[in-house]
Nanobody
Framework: QVHLVESGGDSVQAGGSVRLSCVAP??????????MAWFRQAPGTKREWVAT???????DYADSVQGRFTISRDDAKNALYLEMNSLKPEDTAMYYC?????????????????WGQGTQVTVSS
């Protein structure tokens, strides 16, 4: 069951930028600051962790995106963002937003109870 709503996916050339957004329903957040994360899945591969933001906004990134991607959040809007710069063809994937109703984060997908439907990012060379 889809609870979160992502948007912003696009098709760009290598070196380009895309900004993804994710909004969580208020009844899931209920005024709390929970762990939120981005994952991605390319065709024929497992879903992989990209970045996390804890309830205290401590941010962590996969090595493959460190220095190119920035995760941020706006708790007043129940929103999570992913700014992706210097995109590479290997960044092509469906990107998913996820939420766990605790303040700390982990990187395995089973930790997360709420997911979005995904938004496609395609990077051409």
């Amino acid at each position: 069951q889809v609870h979160l709503v992502e948007s912003g996916g696009d098709s760009v050339q290598a070196g380009g930028s895309v900004r993804l957004s994710c909004v969580a329903p208020g009844d899931i957040i209920s005024g709390n600051k929970f762990c939120m994360a981005w994952f991605r899945q390319a065709p024929g591969t497992k879903r992989e962790w990209v970045a996390t933001s804890t309830g205290d906004d401590f941010r962590d990134y996969a090595d493959s995106v460190q220095g190119r991607f920035t995760i941020s959040r706006d708790d007043a809007k129940n929103a999570l963002y992913l700014e992706m710069n210097s995109l590479k063809p290997e960044d092509t994937a469906m990107y998913y937003c996820a939420l766990a109703r605790v303040r700390w984060c982990e990187t395995h997908e089973n930790f997360y109870s709420y997911w979005g439907q995904g938004t496609q990012v395609t990077v051409s060379s």
